[in-house]
């Protein structure tokens, strides 16, 4: 191995070692009760940060390495399922999509990726903690909270969606020159 790929291969450990760290300790807020599901959206936001600097095979595995971490460290269910459902690998995910030209098949197949993994998730966590605390604080909806709940994750991953957009382009005007400047 030469020099060169050798300093290359150590920075991707190194970057996404620190990178993936930083992830489980946001993973640490969703202690806080309101932050349960918004934890798990900005540590997926890092998880991406590996796929702009590196690429995608990397952040598939930091996303990995994240969610088995969080799975030993971090107490939280909801938010550990939610990050390994959808929101640790979405963003890295979202690259891909974004780059179907059809934009009515890319948000179909957005929309399908929400769906599926929220229904899953919701499946496997009334099995773990029951319905009734999935659905606490939801009692005004009576039979319709299950679909409320849906409903409110959808637009709630539609902003979220939107915001990742944003989000690139802030990174790769802003904070990606200055980062590759401060590495090389």
Same mark, same amino acid.
């Given at each position: 191995?030469?020099? $060169?790929?050798?300093?290359?291969?150590?920075?991707?450990?190194?970057?996404?070692?620190?990178?993936? @760290?930083? &992830?489980?300790?946001?993973?640490?807020?969703?202690?806080?009760?309101?932050?349960?599901?918004?934890?798990?959206? %900005?540590?997926? +936001?890092?998880?991406?940060?590996?796929?702009?600097?590196?690429?995608?095979?990397?952040?598939?595995?930091?996303?990995?390495?994240?969610?088995?971490?969080?799975?030993?460290?971090?107490?939280?269910?909801?938010?550990?399922?939610?990050?390994? &459902?959808?929101?640790?690998?979405?963003?890295?995910?979202?690259?891909?999509?974004? /780059?179907? /030209?059809? /934009?009515?098949?890319?948000? +179909?197949?957005?929309?399908?990726?929400?769906? %599926?993994? @929220?229904?899953? *998730?919701?499946?496997?966590?009334?099995?773990?903690?029951?319905?009734? $605390?999935?659905?606490?604080?939801?009692?005004?909806?009576?039979?319709?909270?299950?679909?409320?709940?849906?409903?409110?994750?959808?637009?709630?991953?539609?902003?979220?969606?939107?915001?990742? %957009? *944003?989000? /690139?382009?802030?990174? +790769?005007?802003? +904070?990606?020159?200055?980062?590759?400047?401060?590495?090389?």
């Amino acid at each position: 191995m030469s020099g $060169k790929s050798t300093r290359r291969l150590s920075f991707n450990i190194a970057f996404c070692g620190i990178v993936s @760290a930083m &992830s489980v300790m946001i993973m640490f807020g969703s202690l806080i009760p309101s932050l349960a599901y918004a934890v798990p959206a %900005v540590a997926g +936001i890092f998880i991406w940060t590996i796929g702009e600097q590196i690429n995608l095979k990397w952040a598939y595995l930091s996303y990995i390495a994240v969610g088995l971490l969080s799975l030993m460290l971090v107490p939280e269910i909801e938010a550990n399922a939610f990050f390994i &459902s959808l929101l640790g690998y979405y963003p890295v995910l979202c690259e891909t999509l974004n /780059k179907l /030209k059809n /934009k009515v098949l890319r948000y +179909i197949v957005k929309l399908a990726v929400f769906n %599926v993994s @929220a229904v899953a *998730t919701y499946q496997v966590l009334c099995l773990i903690l029951s319905a009734d $605390k999935m659905l606490e604080g939801m009692e005004d909806f009576g039979k319709y909270a299950a679909f409320v709940l849906w409903g409110m994750g959808l637009i709630a991953f539609i902003v979220y969606d939107l915001f990742l %957009v *944003t989000a /690139k382009e802030l990174y +790769i005007k802003v +904070i990606k020159p200055k980062f590759n400047k401060f590495v090389k």
